[in-house]
């Protein structure tokens, strides 16, 4: 088996609202919309996709560096972004919730927890420079 693609999805109770965030806020670019009499369903590039797998330790210990205690649940969002900060502010203006101010942890960056109007945690993170 060769996977291709990871594909994340997410139902979201107010479609409209989650679309906006997503598309208009955090800026992914649509790349196919369908509607159907089912419903609706939008496809947005996320850029290059990882799985990220981690215990429950580590997760506890990434809470603590970004937010200060453990919040998140099984699953977080995370979009890595030319500026946390400008990211952050502009994710806050268009609906989202900040856990706490962006931070910079010990692996380097600068890193923003957010939650998603939608309810999703959400890190906006950069990369070190040089990395």
């Known amino acids: 088996m060769a996977v291709h693609e990871l594909r994340l999805v997410v139902t979201a109770a107010d479609y409209g609202e989650a679309l906006f965030f997503y598309r208009d806020v955090i800026g992914l670019p649509q790349l196919a919309e369908f509607d159907s009499p089912g419903g609706h369903v939008v496809l947005l590039d996320a850029g290059r996709a990882t799985f990220e797998l981690t215990d429950e330790v580590?997760?506890?210990?990434?809470?603590?560096?970004?937010?200060?205690?453990?919040?998140?649940?099984?699953?977080?969002?995370?979009?890595?972004?030319?500026?946390?900060a400008a990211a952050a502010a502009a994710a806050e203006a268009g609906g989202a919730t900040a856990l706490g101010a962006p931070v910079r942890p010990p692996w380097g960056g600068l890193n923003a927890r957010l939650v998603t109007p939608d309810g999703i945690q959400l890190t906006l993170f950069e990369d070190a420079p040089g990395g």
């Open 58 to 84: 580590n997760a506890a210990y990434v809470d603590d560096v970004e937010v200060g205690r453990r919040v998140a649940g099984q699953i977080r969002l995370a979009f890595r972004v030319e500026d946390a």
